[in-house]
């Protein structure tokens, strides 16, 4: 099956500082890519959906300033969380999707980042 | 919201067949069904997904109902390994909709 990756897989930063996520489609390209948030004990909310080339499109409620998305290529995206605090604290995950047309259009997740902010 | 409702839990025994059910009336004709399967502190796994016929793969079946309502996974011979919270998803093929996570089913598998 198709293969997503993340790096770091784990980050702990401090209150004020930025971090970058990176997202890799290693085996396709991948036309889209989303990137979610995971609290403890719950589950996944989608935060963002990027085309590559294109800004990305924000859920309700996520500041496009905090978390700075950039899909440059076809088999990376990133996510930035700017001026990090504690609240920001989660696991992001990131998932990508073909764009193949026909029989359906699942996406592919990668492991995960756990951010800690202290 | 999730246009899906499954049960919040689930136990098996080791080298059983997991059942686990999913809910969605309100589907649309152009809406697939997937089924993914998180296990603690990684990214979801995909499992399968179906339009309007039973799908079978390597890892599952899934079965889905005539009136396409409801659907159920089925794990032919569950192991410890497949202990995880399992999310139904309704969706459509194309990039007008995105994923939608529920609280999913937490399957345990006992031995």
């Known amino acids: 099956g198709a293969v997503v990756s993340q790096h770091p897989s784990r980050v702990i930063c401090k209150s004020g500082t930025s971090v970058k996520i990176e997202c890799r489609s290693l085996?396709?390209?991948?036309?889209?890519m989303f990137w979610y948030r995971q609290f403890p004990k719950k589950s996944l909310m989608l935060m963002a959906t990027?085309?590559?080339?294109?800004?990305?499109?924000?859920e309700q409620g996520v500041e496009k300033d905090k978390f700075l998305i950039n899909h440059a290529s076809l088999t990376l995206s990133t996510l930035t969380v700017t001026s990090a605090h504690p609240e920001d604290s989660s696991f992001y995950i990131c998932?990508?999707?073909?764009?193949?047309?026909?029989?359906?259009?699942?996406?592919?997740f990668g492991p995960g980042t756990r951010l800690t902010v202290l | 919201d999730a246009k899906t409702t499954q049960p919040t839990s689930m136990d098996c025994a080791e080298g059983r067949a997991a059942n686990l059910p999913c809910n969605h009336s309100?589907?649309?004709?152009?809406?697939?069904v997937y089924w993914y399967r998180q296990i603690h502190s990684q990214g979801p796994q995909y499992i399968i997904h179906?339009?309007?016929n039973n799908e079978t793969n390597e890892m599952a079946s899934l079965i889905i109902t005539e009136d396409r309502k409801s659907s159920t996974l089925i794990l032919p011979h569950a192991t410890l390994r497949d202990t995880a919270v399992y999310y139904c998803?309704?969706?459509?093929?194309?990039?007008?909709?995105?994923?939608?996570f529920g609280p999913g089913t937490r399957l345990s598998v006992l031995p």
């Open positions: 998932s990508a999707r073909s764009g193949l047309a026909g029989d359906g259009n699942e996406q592919f």
């Open positions: 085996d396709f390209q991948a036309t889209t």
């Open positions: 990027s085309n590559e080339g294109s800004k990305a499109t924000y």
């Open positions: 309100t589907i649309s004709g152009n809406e697939y």
């Open positions: 179906g339009l309007k």
């Open positions: 998803i309704v969706s459509r093929d194309n990039y007008g909709q995105n994923f939608v």
